[in-house]
């Protein structure tokens, strides 16, 4: 990591820390978080829901926007993202089911979103051999995500009368985390960032021509099939505890290189703290704003991020890493 890099993770780091504060703070309710006098519905508040709410703003941001590099990284394609190539519909799709159908294997939640992310996946892998056009594989991720949505909107007919905390989640709601999920996703995050932030120095020879690293002995696709594994497994991380969060992925590595310089070792760690910063902010800036209501921080992101993927496509065809 440069000194440049250095200077910008401890900016958002900053930054990060101010907006955790903040959200502490801000709400349908203004409290102080440090005042020795704090009362017991305040108390409540703070710790029950609030501080939940904000760490899973936080570990979701950052595991979605590691997935994202990773993926991109692994694709070789700066538009590829798990919530563009369907890999997040893949993941929430079974974990609905596990929700509804099979609540008592809710521990294993992030274990069977994987699995669904997986298979999309091996579908998106399959079409890419035929062709590597970034333009085909977001309209290819866009038709997949748009089937299993189907199936997403038949297990909501199947179980309607189950669905109360269920549609919130599917929008990426931050206000159905508890402090059980707050634990899981804190625990699971950690551990996935750090085996990421261990791997990220090796990732540039992914972007390298195959042949030549064929010739040195490198298995590309078996790289390249446990770089995507570990990137659709953080974003199960995520879908499992706060639903469907789309464009971090796509957001977050796109600011990154603006920042730094384009060698994975600097790009990781800040694109890590932006996605962090992207839903914290994001999940902030609607408290703030609009106190009274409660919209879902995936419905913010995808606006967001509709717009960015849009201006994306229309400058060119064919964006690549």
């Given at each position: ?226 770089t995507t594994a570990l990137a659709i497994l953080l974003t199960a991380v995520s879908v499992s505890f706060v639903g469907t969060i789309g ?75």
């Amino acid at each position: 990591m440069n000194h440049k890099t250095k200077k910008i993770v401890i900016m958002l780091t900053i930054i990060i820390l101010f907006l955790l504060i903040s959200s502490m703070v801000f709400g349908t309710k203004i409290i102080n978080p440090f005042t020795a006098n704090l009362s017991e519905t305040d108390y409540q508040i703070i710790y029950n829901l609030r501080l939940p709410r904000t760490l899973a703003a936080l570990f979701s941001g950052m595991t979605l926007a590691a997935s994202g590099l990773l993926i991109q990284t692994s694709m070789r394609n700066s538009l590829a993202d798990s919530s563009i190539l369907g890999f997040q519909s893949g993941a929430t799709l079974v974990a609905m089911f596990i929700m509804l159908a099979m609540p008592s294997l809710y521990s294993f939640l992030p274990l069977f979103a994987f699995l669904g992310g997986l298979v999309v996946y091996a579908i998106i892998y399959t079409i890419a051999i035929r062709n590597e056009s970034a333009l085909f594989l977001v309209v290819a991720g866009i038709a997949i995500s748009s089937i299993i949505r189907s199936f997403v909107n038949l297990l909501s007919q199947m179980f309607a009368e189950d669905l109360d905390m269920t549609i919130a989640w599917l929008n990426g709601s931050l206000n159905t985390v508890n402090r059980q999920d707050m634990l899981l996703i804190v625990l699971y995050s950690v551990i996935l960032l750090l085996i990421t932030m261990k791997i990220a120095p090796k990732l540039d020879i992914l972007l390298m021509d195959d042949d030549y690293l064929i010739n040195l002995g490198v298995k590309v696709s078996k790289v390249r099939f446990i770089t995507t594994a570990l990137a659709i497994l953080l974003t199960a991380v995520s879908v499992s505890f706060v639903g469907t969060i789309g464009f971090v992925g796509l957001l977050a590595p796109h600011i990154s290189r603006k920042l730094v310089n384009q060698t994975s070792t600097n790009l990781m760690p800040t694109t890590i703290l932006i996605g962090g910063v992207l839903v914290l902010g994001c999940d902030l800036l609607q408290r703030v704003l609009f106190p009274i209501y409660e919209i879902p921080v995936g419905t913010i992101m995808s606006l967001v991020g509709g717009i960015y993927l849009l201006y994306l496509l229309i400058r060119s065809n064919n964006v690549r890493v």
